[in-house]
């Protein structure tokens, strides 16, 4: 059955990248965090599989098993996932990695923190990889509610993140 997928018991927010002037410093959280962004194609509009297939590659995703596309860090001797994508679509995931006859009205990118790499750094990385596929594919970055995501609501969210990191560090 073809319904929109959701995630539920998230408090889903993500923040912006081109704010951080200096080197990240190591960021801790304390409890589990699952921050979402949606890319929407737009109403009477659907990414096809190729075009998701040639971004995905272009931002260095890669295909896993379980029908989802994420980004891999070599972290303790292994690749480890910072975040992944998924589709919009239940049941949420990608046939094959060639997605050839897919069409769907959008992608999810999730990423739960602690992540295996600084917090800042992978979302930096989330939200930079959100906004270079909603530009590669001519869609719109949406919060989990589907509203359309400001640069102010994104710029609020890694401030909460560097917030807390401080209380967890302090």
């Known amino acids: 059955e073809d319904r929109p997928a959701s995630v539920d018991d998230s408090e ?7 704010t951080s002037a200096s080197p ?3 960021v801790a959280i304390a409890k589990d965090q699952l921050l979402i962004i949606s890319v929407m194609a737009g109403s009477d509009r659907s990414f096809e599989g190729s075009l998701l297939r040639t971004a995905f590659a272009h931002n260095g995703l890669e295909y896993h098993k379980q029908g989802i596309f994420q980004r891999l860090v070599d972290c303790e001797e292994r690749r480890r996932p910072v975040f992944g994508v998924a589709n919009i679509m239940q049941p949420g995931v990608f046939d094959s990695a060639d997605l050839e006859g897919l069409s769907t009205p959008g992608i999810t990118l999730y990423l739960l923190l602690p992540a295996p790499i600084d917090a800042l750094q992978a979302f930096d990385d989330f939200v930079t990889t959100s906004e270079r596929l909603a530009v590669e594919l001519g869609g719109e970055l949406r919060d989990e509610q589907r509203n359309i995501l400001s640069h102010q609501a994104l710029m609020q969210i890694r401030e909460g993140i560097s917030e807390a990191s401080v209380r967890v560090t302090s």
């Open 12 to 18: 889903a927010m993500v923040a912006d990248s081109s």
């Open 24 to 26: 990240p410093q190591p």
